[in-house]
């Protein structure tokens, strides 16, 4: 079964700092892995996708297979970051989703 | 579009009681999803439907039922509510092939007393 762990429940950081969260997987294939974000009183919704490559509010996260991780960066956080993150994966040919437990994030001015 | 759509979204429930989790989408998606969401053990899926006719138990299936009413419709049933069943349930859909993603309600809080 897949697996996805986030060690972080909760991450405190100063506006205009990094944040990095973190996330490490489970699976020998090649997994599809993303980055959901909760804002406070909204939807669950897709941050990013690893397939994408793509930078979306000065978030990135790189595969690492090496480590089975996909850690999420972002260099300078702003008070807006502040939310429920969860890394998800899948098999490539499966429709279910496997999430980690969540990570709380608030960014103090 | 309304995109994902639940009713209710809030709901109290006694012990052995039943209720009916509603779930719609307008987005033409194929494939829909059941999820419950608790602290510290993040979402966790109850049940999905890859498509319409077909259901299939996820990782938490125990004390629930589904049906696939057609495409737009996924309901998800509790027979005997149970205290363990206090949660937030968010239905999900995602149209078909690789890396798309899945688009939510809004979910449904329901505690069971």
């Known amino acids: 079964a897949q697996r996805v762990t986030q060690p972080e429940k909760l991450l405190s950081v100063f506006k205009g700092a990094p944040v990095e969260l973190k996330c490490n997987y489970s699976y020998s294939g090649s997994p599809e892995l993303f980055w959901y974000v909760q804002y406070s009183r909204q939807r669950l919704q897709l941050l990013l996708r690893h397939i994408s490559r793509e930078s979306i509010k000065g978030f990135t996260a790189d595969l690492n297979k090496g480590e089975t991780s996909f850690h999420l960066k972002k260099p300078f956080a702003q008070e807006e970051d502040s939310a429920m993150y969860y890394c998800a994966t899948k098999r490539s040919n499966d429709y279910k989703l496997s999430f980690g437990a969540g990570t709380t994030v608030t960014v103090r001015a | 579009n309304a995109g994902v759509t639940q009713t209710p979204k809030f709901q109290v429930l006694k012990t052995g009681q039943s209720m009916t989790l509603q779930c719609a989408q307008d987005?033409?998606?194929?494939?829909m999803y059941w999820y419950r969401q608790d602290p510290g053990m993040g979402l966790r899926l109850i049940y999905y439907?890859?498509?319409?006719?077909?259901?299939d138990k996820g990782e938490v299936p125990n004390g629930y039922n589904v049906s696939r009413l057609n495409k737009r419709e996924f309901s998800l049933r509790l027979e005997s509510a149970a205290p363990s069943q206090t949660s937030v349930y968010f239905c999900a859909s995602k149209r078909p092939g690789q890396g798309y993603e899945q688009y939510f309600g809004p979910g449904t809080r329901l505690t069971v007393t």
């Open positions: 987005m033409n998606h194929n494939s």
């Open positions: 439907s890859a498509s319409e006719g077909t259901t």
